[in-house]
């Protein structure tokens, strides 16, 4: 095809938007979008190519996927080699078990699947996924795979059969976000709701050329004005893709279709921007990684100093990568290609299965233990015995609620409601309060302490039947709790504030100031309570938090710094006294008829919280290990056994009167 520099200039705008985005650079907080604006160049480029050489009589499915492969998998090889290098070198086992399955998923185009399938309750931050930005290249093989035999078997009947498939794929693919609109995860990494983006760039091969310079400025400055408009006005709060994409991809495709206008174009198609353009899938590449491991090793937010230059280091990398890895493997020469693409292709497939077998292996050896001597042995100890390391020892393991800490066939004398922070004292009540049966109702990141709102679930994964779920649990709760008279309450909760919706129809709750919320909260408690006979309660507040990046294990596990971090974390530091602040406006709301237990009595002394005491006291940055449900249960249930023995004096009492 002949080369046209606009095409990189557009790609340029895409690739600086993304890392102006995640570099934190300037008003840019939509610049997320020049993702799609890459899916649409690749849209057009592939079905023109595809269609000039169909129409030529000379297409060929290898010589084409051949051209891919020699075009994207050098770059994205050698990006993954540096990514486990500097994985191994500085991620505790905790990250680089993560790691190893992300690796092993991203040289197969398969890692949107595997981040979709990971955006579960346990999943660790996104900011320590070095390879989360190869879903968007997961999500453009999987059409690379589809599309050019469904093209090639359309052109057999005509360019107007493959516009009417390509409107097809488009409203289907459009009409499929606006259906799954509050599975926001889905949508964002499952290729089949990005479709509709690569048709639009598809549908402008088949469109008319333009017939004057007039309507090529208009378009291309049309286009500019909308990508401009989706950067500076899109958040992370925008529902994308959806609707919503069709203003920065329209954009693009106007974009494309004018951009050889005489004067406009140069904003294209200057030397500048086309240089910038040809380097964008090593940009593209090399950000992301650098930005994980920068932000893991300095442990604190990413300055503005900071991210100037660590977009600086990305051009110097990017421009590396294209100069010596993408070119010789892409280019051909007066004899030919550097290297013949049988060689080529046995190569890069022996080189696919080295790095995906390395992946599963740093998988299934917990994240490479050995690196850490002693230390990755106590580490091996604690993390074996279950498939996810949250799940196999977390407080809560072993209670599929509802759950009883004994099988006696009596009324339970404590029955624990609430979400994943109730559940997490399951192992800890089992030997605190031995001798009393204990019944638990919980469901992960479920409000209990409201009769009528839930939670609103959007951008759950599935949140119609999260929220179904949540409702159940409730009602199950509730009745155990009508059933047996005179057992104690203890709710616990993840008290952040969340947006609430109404069972009864009502307007949704929103979150206006944390004083407003814990208002809230303190009211809808003592609706609960005297719903059951204003029985005795006792609150739970949140945890301090482990304060650092992951878990304790991933300070213990770091490969280069160990400090007394790993056993103390102030009380200062932001995490913990965010939660510190929660649990006193949770206090200070709540009915004086209302018992409130602070877990930092337990975790904290002289302005300091433990966070491994023979063993890790988390199973993660926010749920308590079963060492540390046992820590903080060995002091609740003084008070729980107080109560329960105030109870029992009133009792007796009453049957002497």
């Not at 934190?24 to 592939?46: H, K, R």
């Amino acid at each position: 095809m002949n080369y046209r520099p606009d095409l990189d200039g557009l790609r340029a705008i895409a690739v600086l938007g993304v890392l102006l985005f995640h570099f934190s650079i300037g008003p840019f907080p939509g610049g997320f979008v020049g993702v799609d604006i890459f899916f649409v160049i690749s849209g057009y480029l592939i079905t023109r190519l595809i269609v000039e050489e169909v129409e030529q009589g000379r297409f060929s499915f290898k010589r084409f996927y051949v051209r891919r492969m020699r075009r994207l998998f050098p770059a994205l090889l050698f990006m993954l080699l540096c990514s486990l290098v500097a994985a191994a070198l500085i991620f505790p086992p905790e990250q680089m078990t993560g790691f190893g399955a992300s690796l092993a998923a991203s040289v197969f185009s398969v890692s949107n699947i595997t981040f979709w399938s990971e955006h579960g309750y346990f999943d660790v931050n996104s900011h320590l996924k070095p390879l989360l930005h190869t879903w968007s290249l997961g999500v453009e093989e999987q059409f690379y795979l589809v599309w050019p035999f469904a093209l090639v078997l359309l052109l057999r009947f005509g360019r107007k059969a493959v516009m009417a498939a390509l409107a097809l794929v488009f409203v289907a693919s459009l009409g499929a976000n606006l259906v799954m609109e509050p599975y926001r995860s889905t949508l964002f990494y499952l290729s089949p709701f990005r479709f509709f983006e690569f048709a639009i760039g598809a549908g402008l091969v088949f469109m008319p050329t333009a017939r004057s310079n007039a309507a090529m400025e208009g378009a291309l400055l049309s286009g500019l004005v909308m990508i401009a408009y989706s950067y500076r006005d899109f958040t992370e709060a925008t529902l994308f893709p959806s609707y919503p994409a069709l203003v920065p991809t329209v954009g693009a495709a106007l974009a494309i279709w004018g951009g050889q206008a005489r004067w406009s174009g140069l904003l294209l198609r200057n030397r500048a921007a086309a240089s910038v353009g040809l380097i964008s899938y090593s940009l593209y590449l090399a950000h992301w990684p650098l930005l994980v491991f920068w932000r893991y090793g300095s442990a604190e937010p990413l300055a503005r100093n900071e991210g100037v230059a660590l977009l600086i280091l990305t051009f110097a990398i990017a421009w590396a990568m294209y100069v010596f890895v993408e070119r010789p493997f892409r280019e051909r020469n007066a004899a030919g290609y550097l290297i013949l693409p049988r060689v080529y292709m046995r190569g890069a497939v022996v080189a696919a299965l080295a790095v995906s077998a390395i992946g599963l292996q740093v998988l299934v050896s917990h994240g490479w233990l050995w690196r850490l001597g002693e230390r990755g042995e106590f580490i091996g100890e604690f993390v074996r015995g279950g498939d996810r390391r949250a799940d196999a020892q977390y407080g809560g393991s072993g209670c599929s609620t509802p759950c009883s800490t004994s099988t006696e066939s009596r009324k339970p004398d404590v029955i624990f409601i609430g979400d994943s922070h109730s559940r997490q004292y399951y192992r800890g009540a089992k030997e605190a309060l031995a001798g009393l049966k204990v019944d638990f109702y919980a469901f992960p990141s479920c409000q209990f302490f409201s009769l009528e709102y839930t939670r609103d679930y959007t951008g759950y994964a599935d949140p119609v039947l999260y929220d179904s779920q949540c409702r159940e649990a409730r009602k199950q709760a509730f009745e155990g709790i009508r059933k047996a008279p005179d057992a104690l309450i203890v709710l616990g909760e993840y008290w952040y504030p969340v947006r609430m919706l109404s069972e009864a129809g009502r307007a949704p709750w929103a979150v206006t100031t944390p004083e407003a919320y814990y208002q809230f909260v303190g009211a809808e408690v003592s609706r609960l309570r005297k719903s059951f006979g204003n029985r005795q309660m006792v609150v739970l507040g949140s945890v301090p938090t482990s304060g650092g990046i992951g878990s304790p294990l991933g300070c213990f596990g770091n490969l280069y710094r160990v400090d007394p971090g790993c056993l103390k974390q102030p009380i200062s530091n932001p995490a913990i006294s965010k939660r510190a602040e929660i649990n006193e406006l949770l206090a200070e709301n709540l009915s004086p008829a209302v018992t409130f237990v602070d877990p930092f009595d337990a975790l904290c002394a002289r302005k300091e919280c433990t966070v491994m005491s023979d063993g890790p006291l988390y199973s993660d940055d926010t749920h308590l290990s079963g060492l540390g449900a046992k820590k903080v249960m060995a002091e609740v249930a003084t008070t729980i056994k107080r109560k329960l023995a105030v109870r029992g004096a009133e009792v007796s009492r009453q049957v002497i009167q």
